[in-house]
């Protein structure tokens, strides 16, 4: 159980997430949860580091060289926005890039960058709650904080489908989980006429900061909640200015180091945002449906949240409000966040705000007991809905994914590109599952474009590709041309009415990669990706390229003629 020791009845709070004693990053005492946590987060990252790439990879096998593709060109010195079109901020590329160094370009690069970066956001969110006092809580925030990040699946879906599509939005939801957990405890802790450091604010700034320039949705929700909370938080004028300079503090602090490094590109940036904002509104669903386990745990957190100051004297109307407002917020954001993401079901905002709820005694230090149930009960339903359902997934798929790799080492199906591919391995799809995006279908069509641009081309010339995700100059360790998006998601990073000019789009390339879907019936979004490229940039491609060869897979093209005046739409 989380700790839940009662309030002092009128002095300053010294529990569960709402004191503030020794500051952000400091306690007092090491308990024995400390311990556990140090231990249980060594666990998960040295299980990241061994399995490196979790495989075989399944449904989302392409996936991977969106990470891999956007970290190799960070590391040769591109920079996003300003050499090539990106839809997201710089964050999870430098992380990945991190990653990449660390492992020698090796595709297990990605597992180090998230033992790395998952046991830093996890140390982030377990101080942030341990100097509040609750040691239980920070543990359990700190352990699910590594878990989110670490486990090698995109979130909803099968925990043993292997795979790395949309690994932002697990650093996203972490982030967003250490603004929820240090806007709970200004919440709380605030009464008026008490004096509150600005460290937790500052936090809290550079963490909407690194939302911001991970995915900027994450930053427009995120915003909002923290202002609801601290407008609310009946602190008194003084401690509200103090909080509003802390976070803009620490947002423009961290916003001013990523400016350098975009080099202060500022309209790129913000043209792409607005291109894929324009883009988006087009596959937006602003109505989707939620699973019943996540239906559940909003309903449980209202309960607890309305159960938590149930009965007690007007003067913790105050409170109550408060807590059924942080329910109401997370609940809000966590559907926010869904519709915006390519994701399917879970909720992991659910899981802290579990945490949060589950630590917070009552003002007056009485147990909260329902009707026919033990005083422990309630708290132990909130986290066993809320969290163990998440914890005991990502734990299944990390557990799973090391015991897959002895296996690994005696595959067949592998890439013909003994620079990188060695690491990676395929997941084999059968029947209505086979795509040309996954398994034994996408190893042939990589396979054939390798051999293709090693007949035509030189191991200096870099490859810009009409597919979603781009392989080649990885996997063949060829200098990155300029140009060309991040990735190339049709209504959802471009579209027909907003997209980059076919001068900034084909950039420096000196050969273009056209990839052909043919399996009736399949691969309807890669073929529609296919389809807008060719409506949007090919009348350019035509005019300034010429067909090299065209094989099963590919059509291969080689510039010309340069771009000048009066060729861009």
Known sequence: MLETPPLSAGGDDRSGLAADRGGVFGFSQLRRSDVVFVVALAAVCGLSVFIGVAGPLGSFTHDIFFLLDNAYRVVLGQVPGGDFSSAWGPIMYLIDATGLMLSGLRPAGLGYANALFGALLAIWAFLIVRSRGSSVSA??????????????????????????????????????????????????????????????????????????????????????????????AGAGAGDLRRRFLGLCGGFITLTVIVM?????????????????????????????????????????????????????????????????????????????????????????????????????????????????????????????LCVLPFCIRNVMSLASAALEWPKLQRVDVSLASPERGADLVFGTARGSMKTGIMGVEYVEALNDGLALLRRHSGPRDGVLTFDEFNPFNYLLDRPSPRGGFAATAYNYVFCDAAHPTAERFYGNASYVMVRKYTREGQDSVEKGNILGLMRIYGSALRSHFTVVEETDHWVLWHRVEAFGEGTTR
């Open 139 to 232: 543990c359990a925030v700190g352990i699910y904080t590594v878990l989110l990040i670490a486990a090698p699946f995109p979130i909803g879906n099968n925990p043993v489908d292997f795979g790395y599509a949309m690994l932002y939005n697990r650093y996203g939801y972490a982030l967003f989980g250490i603004v929820m957990m240090e806007c709970a405890a200004h919440a709380l802790a605030a009464r008026a006429g008490v004096r509150h450091g600005t460290g937790g604010a500052i936090s809290t700034g550079i963490a909407v900061g690194l939302l911001a320039f991970l995915k900027i949705s994450y930053a427009m929700v995120a915003i909002p909640f923290v202002a609801v909370l601290a407008i609310c």
């Open 260 to 384: 350098c490094y975009l080099r202060f590109d500022v309209i790129d940036m913000l043209r792409d945002l607005a291109t894929a904002a324009t883009a988006r509104r087009v596959s937006l669903e602003p109505l989707r449906p939620v699973g019943i386990l996540d239906l559940v745990q909003g309903v449980i957190i209202f309960i607890f949240a309305g159960s938590l100051f149930s009965g007690e004297p007007a003067v913790d109307r105050a409170s109550r409000f408060r807590w059924i407002l942080f329910a109401l917020l997370t609940v809000g954001a966590g559907y926010l966040l869904f519709i915006s993401n390519q994701q399917v079901e879970t909720f992991p905002l659910n899981g802290y705000a579990a945490i949060v709820l589950a630590a917070t005694p009552l003002a007056t230090g009485k147990a909260m007991k329902w009707p026919g149930f033990s005083s422990n009960f309630p708290r132990m339903l909130l986290v066993g």
